[in-house]
């Protein structure tokens, strides 16, 4: 079977690798320089626990209040693109116990299953440690307590963690005054999966094409620096990223994502390191201590897939925010901030499935991963590949499929 993936982040390059092994002729098209993209520079937690849909009851209060705080986690930007204003009142409509309800079994199959393949590839190095949830300042061992409880009555695997273990852990300050333990979620540098990813890719017969689609209604046309080519394929998959919903035009079909900006940041590394990933929940900061220094990273602004622009003051601020609750140097020099956009679906929850066929041949899609596309790489790659094939899926997979678009 030939499959074009139009797309060569991680979600791209994980389908090809899983498809090219399964046996299938396999062309990965992206139009830039993958490597320097979203999936490279972002925190890389493998948040198994991350179960629960974006769009969840409060997540429309907490991000008014943050829309009022400078520099809070959740922003417009100053050109958040045309429908943002639509997009973002439907997404709070979604905002919903039925919507978790929908979503919340096919993102922990699928999640669960990425953590395995993930274990299962001897060539990976992975932290096994668990992702600490750290709490600062006064009230923190109740919003610990609640954190815990939430997460546990979602079936998520949380052990509590007691002072003497706290102050075991180098790299915190004194402002830590709980943290809870997510035991099966897992930390890698994303770059590094990316490029293991592509490797198996490789090896099991892939090759990439630098170009931008254009269309997909008939063969995938791609516009390359020499001109346009076409593409034979028995089917497509779109897995584009923030760039998703301008391929899914050709089709007329409306795909709701935006673009979600964030940064990230990577400091030289020290012996005070934290150990294993963290998530600072009042400083709203992701923690990730890497073999070649600490990231962090923070920030889901609306705005448009190709704002690569790093307003200058939100580095300092995301490295003092970050000081409340770790021990960073000083004054860390030589930093290089780094700027990524998620696909952000407008249900919390990504698209994975079969579009209704509108063109020459069937197009399947696999984007909208928002904060999780990391974790949920392998996983996905996993469930396209039984698409492709017509092989079972359970209704809770189903579920994740673009049809709840068109019904
Ligand atoms: C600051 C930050 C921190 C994050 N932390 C985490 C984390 O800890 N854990 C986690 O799981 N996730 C995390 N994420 C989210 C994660 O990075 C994304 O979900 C994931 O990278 C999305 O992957 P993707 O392959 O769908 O998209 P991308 O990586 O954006 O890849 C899409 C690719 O499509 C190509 N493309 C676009 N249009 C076309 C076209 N017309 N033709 C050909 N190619 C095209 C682009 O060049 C691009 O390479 C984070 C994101 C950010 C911004």
């Known amino acids: 079977m030939n499959i074009v993936v139009i797309g060569g982040g991680i979600i ?16 990965v098209v992206d139009a830039d320089k993958p490597r320097f993209g979203t999936s490279i520079g972002n925190a890389g937690h493998v948040v198994v626990s991350h179960s629960i849909p974006f769009a969840a009851p409060g997540m429309v209060k907490s991000g008014l209040r943050s829309l009022l705080t400078q520099d809070g986690a ?10 943002t204003l639509d997009w973002l009142m439907g997404f709070a ?20 299953r990425s953590a395995e393949l993930l274990l299962s590839d001897g060539a990976l190095d992975i932290n096994t440690r668990g992702l600490w949830q750290v709490f600062t300042g006064a009230g923190a061992s109740e919003r610990a307590e609640r954190e815990a409880g939430h997460m546990r009555t979602h079936g998520v695997s949380v052990r509590d963690i007691d002072e003497a273990e706290l102050r075991a ?10 943290a809870i333990e ?3 979620d897992l930390g890698l540098d994303p770059a590094l999966l990316w490029m293991r990813m592509r490797q198996r890719g490789e090896d099991a017969g892939a090759r990439w094409v630098t170009g931008v ?73 992701a ?20 704002d690569r622009d790093i307003v200058q003051h939100r580095i300092p601020a995301l490295i003092d925010r970050a000081r409340i609750a770790l021990d960073l140097p000083t004054a860390p020099e030589s ?3 780094w700027t990524g956009v998620r696909p952000a679906s407008i249900d919390g929850a990504p698209y994975i499935g079969r579009l209704p066929q509108r063109g020459a041949q069937p197009v399947f899609v696999a984007t909208g991963h928002g904060m999780i596309g990391t974790a949920m790489a392998a996983g996905t790659a996993d469930l396209m590949t039984r698409l492709v094939y017509a092989e079972q899926i359970s209704d809770a997979e189903a579920r994740l499929g673009p049809q709840r678009l068109f019904a």
């Open 12 to 27: 791209g390059t994980s389908c090809a690798a899983f498809l090219a092994e399964r046996g299938a002729t396999v062309t």
């Open 182 to 184: 997510l035991t099966d």
């Open 213 to 285: 689609v254009t269309d997909v209604r008939s063969s995938p046309t791609v516009r390359t620096a020499d001109g346009d080519v076409t593409l034979d394929a028995d089917a497509v998959i779109l897995a584009a990223g923030a760039w998703s919903p301008a391929v899914a035009r050709s089709l007329d079909v409306d795909l709701p994502i935006r673009a979600a900006k964030g940064y990230s940041v990577t400091l030289p590394r020290t012996d005070t390191a934290p150990t294993r990933p963290m998530l600072l929940m009042d400083q709203r900061t």
């Open 74 to 83: 959740f922003a417009l930007s100053n050109r958040p693109g045309q429908g």
């Open 335 to 337: 930093v290089q901030p």
């Open 93 to 112: 409509r979604r905002c919903t116990e039925a919507n978790v309800a929908t979503f919340h079994p096919g993102l922990e199959a699928v999640l669960k």
């Open 169 to 178: 852990e180098p790299g915190l300050t004194d402002n830590v005054n709980a």
């Open 287 to 306: 923690v990730n201590p890497l073999s070649d220094g600490l990231r962090l990273s923070a920030r889901y602004e609306i705005t448009t897939p190709d």
